[in-house]
């Protein structure tokens, strides 16, 4: 299983991006997805997280800037990031819980890096 996150860059605070990650391979059936981050000095955070009913949850540091969404058909998850904010900087991981011919295992996404200029 491989997953391949796009839609990072540079952007001035108050503005938006819209992150994308494709999950391909032999998969089964897809869990939970999130998206996590990790700011220089800092450890991973999770930002966001969808169940496959289409349930989310948000760190409260994003609550109503970020939204998390998934493609089923697509194997995709998105999470469009608006207001942005410069401690928002950071590498953004997609995550996700798979259901593949090897069994029930996390993957990581390369990770696609998110710079908010004030």
């Known amino acids: 299983v491989q997953l391949q996150a796009s839609g990072g860059g540079l952007v001035q605070a108050g503005g938006s991006l819209r992150l994308s990650c494709a999950a391909s391979?032999?998969?089964?059936?897809?869990?939970?997805m999130a998206w996590y981050r990790q700011a220089p000095g800092k450890q991973r955070e999770l930002v966001a997280s969808i169940t496959n009913s289409g349930s989310t949850t948000y760190a409260d540091s994003v609550k109503g800037r970020f939204t998390i969404s998934r493609d089923n058909g697509k194997s995709t998850v998105n999470l469009e990031i608006n207001s942005l904010k410069p401690e928002d900087t950071a590498v953004y991981y997609c995550?996700?819980?798979?259901?593949?011919?090897?069994?029930?295992?996390?993957?990581w996404g390369q990770g696609t890096q998110v710079t908010v200029s004030s």
């Open positions: 391979g032999s998969i089964v059936a897809i869990k939970a």
């Open positions: 995550n996700v819980l798979v259901i593949s011919l090897l069994g029930r295992n996390n993957y």
